[in-house]
């Protein structure tokens, strides 16, 4: 059975910049529509982007131009490259199954000078 493991995260000043990594074990990442998820303090979970098997991306708009998705298969992780942070990118990070799979422990970011 698949699993992915998110890591990454930490504590970076607005403008910064980090990278996420979501790592599989139990098969290959380029099988799956996987997605970066995030859940803001206090507030619901959001997408924030997806990536097909195929390798096309799509982004939410609040991060669109900021963010990028990309895939390694030699490493058999997906990355989320997260340029120019804001405040209100702070959130637990999570990498999931587009459709279905279960969460994981989430990889947290937190935006602050």
């Known amino acids: 059975q698949v699993q992915f493991v998110e890591s990454g995260g930490g504590l970076v000043q607005p403008g910064g910049s980090l990278r996420l990594s979501c790592e599989a074990s139990?098969?290959?990442?380029?099988?799956?529509?996987l997605g970066w998820y995030r859940q803001p303090p206090g507030k619901q979970r959001e997408s924030v982007a997806t990536?097909?098997?195929?390798?096309?991306?799509d982004y939410a708009d609040s991060v669109k131009g900021r963010f990028t998705l990309y895939r390694d298969n030699a490493n058999n992780t997906v990355y989320l490259q997260m340029n120019n942070l804001k405040p209100e990118d702070t959130a637990d990070y999570y990498c999931?199954?587009?459709?279905?799979?279960?969460w994981g422990q989430g990889t947290q970011v937190t935006v602050s000078s």
């Open positions: 139990g098969s290959s990442v380029s099988r799956y529509h």
């Open positions: 990536i097909t098997p195929g390798g096309s991306t």
């Open positions: 999931k199954q587009r459709f279905g799979g279960s």
